[in-house]
T-cell receptor, first 113, second 116 residues
């Protein structure tokens, strides 16, 4: 039972490069989320999706784009990476009811130089 | 708006002593409250949640939390801490009356160190 799987686990990018982070869940969850974790700031929501084909902005969406073409996958894109996007990125998913807890992936550590 | 405050960056306790990690929240409606734990280089793991009902909630690994509506708090507790409880703990809140807002707001986290 894989749960939530993130790819890749580590990446180093040069400023201006682009990349896509992939999140896959096998729990048939409706909701999926992308967070970034920075020291002393907890987790901040970048974008989220409440179902296949839908996406919405979170707290810190600038510089990121997302797509949810399939229910089990949620992609996070960086079109032109900046050093300020150096962070640990977490994907999470949950059932459709807001009372349900979210399940998190292992994280992607991204460094932009 | 919804927010969470974890007033202590670090908590240090001796093994076998009680452990408390503090959390206060702010919502305009009614809260769903969650505690997560993060071990080094791992994702967040769910510990427990308060939805409704009994104010004392029991969760994984012997942890419990008490919901206090008048003090808007949801402190995490463990009667006897273990060295293996050393980790980063996050409190989170969702305002369930905001039916179109699925955001889960996290506190900044509290690092717990349990010394042998």
């Amino acid at each position: 039972n894989a749960g939530v799987t993130q790819t890749p686990k580590f990446r180093v990018l040069k400023t201006g490069q682009s990349m896509t982070l992939l999140c896959a869940q096998d729990m048939n969850h409706e909701y999926m989320y992308w967070y970034r974790q920075d020291p002393g700031m907890g987790l901040r929501l970048i974008h989220y999706s409440v179902g296949e084909g839908t996406t919405a902005k979170g707290e810190v969406p600038d510089g990121y784009n997302v797509s949810r073409l399939k229910k089990q996958n949620f992609l996070l894109g960086l079109e032109s990476a900046a050093p300020s996007q150096t962070s640990v990125y977490f994907c999470a998913s949950s059932y459709s009811r807001t009372r349900n807890e979210a399940f998190f992936g292992q994280g992607t550590r991204l460094t932009v130089v | 708006a919804q927010s969470v405050a974890q007033p202590e960056d670090q908590v240090n306790v001796a093994e076998g002593n009680p452990l408390t990690v503090k959390c206060t929240y702010s919502v305009s409606g009614n809260p769903y409250l969650f505690w997560y734990v993060q071990y080094p280089n791992r994702g967040l793991q769910f510990l427990l949640k308060y939805i409704t009902g009994d104010n004392l909630v029991k969760g994984s690994y012997g942890f419990e939390a008490e919901f206090n509506k008048s003090q808007t708090s949801f402190h995490l507790k463990k009667p006897s801490a273990l060295v293996s409880d050393s980790a980063l703990y996050f409190c989170a809140v969702r305002d369930w009356q905001l039916s179109n807002d699925y955001k889960l707001s996290f506190g900044a986290g509290t690092t717990v160190t349990v010394r042998a």
